[in-house]
C-alpha cells in the first residue's frame, strides 16, 4: 500500500517514519517548503530523542520519501493520513483551516488522479469532523474517512508511535476498517473499532482525563502546602492502588504543551455548542490557569518581594526532551518574574532560543550553574536531568542565597534542607 501522510509535524513525522519502519511504502507531504528540503537531506526539524535517526534509516531504506505537494509526491497514495494542526481558535474552538485546506488538496487530487482510496484523519478534531468530511469527499466519489487518533506524547515520540497504548479506528465501512487493520498489522496494541464520532471522542476524552489528574493533583498540593504534608508521599501511597494507578499523579507548575490545554478547551467549547456544561473540566482549566501565579506568589513572600532580586530559572521547554514551549508553564514564571521587576537568568538544554525570542530581557546561561551565578533564589520550572542531576556544593557557593523553588518536586528535598538550603516544592517543603 502507497501511504502519503499530510502534515510533517510531531504526528507526521512521527506517523510517517513509524509506518515506513513498519515496511510500508510512505510519502510526506508538508505545504512548509523548507521543512520539506530540510527532512529530504534527513534533518529533523524538531527535537525529538531517536527520531532523526529512524528518519534516516527510513529514507536510507527507500520507504520513505518526501514532497511538497499531494499531486508533486502522492499521486498513487491508497491512504492518505492527514495529521496537520488543529490549534486554538480565538472562541476556544479548535482551528479547523489547515484541515479542510488538506481535504481541498486531496479532493484536486482525486479529481485529477481518480482512484480507491481511504482519507484517515489522526489531528485531533472535534466530534462529527470525519463525517463533515466524509459528506465533503462523498461527491469525489471512491474515497472511505476513517478516525484514527493518535496518543503519543513528545520526548517519547517516536517509541510511542511504534509501541502505541491502543490504536482506536473509527469508521463506517467494512473497506476502511480491512485498510487500517492491514497497516497496522505487526504492531502489537489492543485495537478499538468504533464510529467515526466516539474514535474522536475517545481523543479528547483521554487528554481531559489526564488533564484533570494532574489538576486535582495541583489542587491537593495546594491544601499539602498549609497542612505541612507532603503531595509527593500522598501521591505515592494514592498510585498503589491499580483502579488510581501512579502516573500523571505529579503536581507541579500545571500542564502545557501543545495539547491538554487546548484539548481541554476545545472539548469544553464543543460541550457548549451542544447545551452541556462539563463543570468538572472547567474547574481543571480554571486552576491550571492559575498554578504558576500560586508558585510565584509563594517566592514573593519568601523574598519578601521580586523587585529587584535575580531569580534563575532552570527549563524552560513545557517538558523535557522537546523543544516545545507551546503553553509552556515557564512563558507564565517568566512573565510574573519580568513583570514584578526581578533580573531572569534562564536554562534549558535546547529551548532557550524559542524563548529568547519572546522574552529578550532575560539572561540565556549555557549550563546550569552560570544560571544560578549570583541569583537569590533558583526555580525549576522543567525536570530536564540536566537540571535535576547538579552538585549542590557547586549550587550553594555560586549563589547569592540557598533559596529553592521546586516547582517539579525534582530535586532531593530532604537532603536540600538538611545541607541549609531553603527548600520549597509543589505542596512539599
Ligand atoms: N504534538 C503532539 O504531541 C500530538 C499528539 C497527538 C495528537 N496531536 C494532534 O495532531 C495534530 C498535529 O499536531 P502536531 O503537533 O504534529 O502539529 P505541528 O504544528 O507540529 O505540525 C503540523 C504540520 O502540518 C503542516 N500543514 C499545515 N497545513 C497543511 C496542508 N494543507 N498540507 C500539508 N501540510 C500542512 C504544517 O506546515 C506543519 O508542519 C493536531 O491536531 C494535534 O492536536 C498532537
Ligand atoms: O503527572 C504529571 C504529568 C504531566 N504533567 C504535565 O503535563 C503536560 C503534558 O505532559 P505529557 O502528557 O507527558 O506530554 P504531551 O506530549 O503533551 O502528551 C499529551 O498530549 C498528547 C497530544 O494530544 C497526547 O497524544 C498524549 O497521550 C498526552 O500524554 C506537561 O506540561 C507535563 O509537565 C504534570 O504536570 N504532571
Redesign the pocket.
Known sequence: MEVAVVGTGYVGLTTAVSFALHGHRVTGVDVDAAKINRLKQKICPIYEPGLEEALARAIDSGALRFAASLKEGARDADVLFICVGTPEAADGSADLSYLFAAVDDIRALQADVPKQRTVVIKS?VPVGTADRVAALLAACGGIHVASNP??????SALQDALSPSRIVIGADADEAFAVLKRLYEGVKAPRVFTTRADAELIKYA??AF?AT??SF?NELARLCAVLGTDVQTVARGMGLDSRIGP????A?L???????PK?TIALLQLAKQHGVSLSILEKVRDLNATQPDWFIARLRDRLGTLHGKRIAVLGLA??PNTDDIREA?SLKVLNVLLREGAAVSAYDPVASPAVARLFPQVTYASDPYAALQAADAAVLVTEWKQCVDLDWQQVKAVMNAPVLFDGRNAWPADALSKAGFVYVGVGRS
Not at 493518535?150 to 520526548?155: D, N, S, V, Y
Request: with cysteine; charged share 25%.
Open positions: 485531533t493518535e496518543f503519543l506524547r513528545e520526548g483521554s487528554n489526564l489528574k494532574i493533583m502516573e500523571f499523579l505529579q507541579g500545571g500542564f502545557g504543551g501543545s495539547c491538554f484539548d513545557f517538558k508553564p
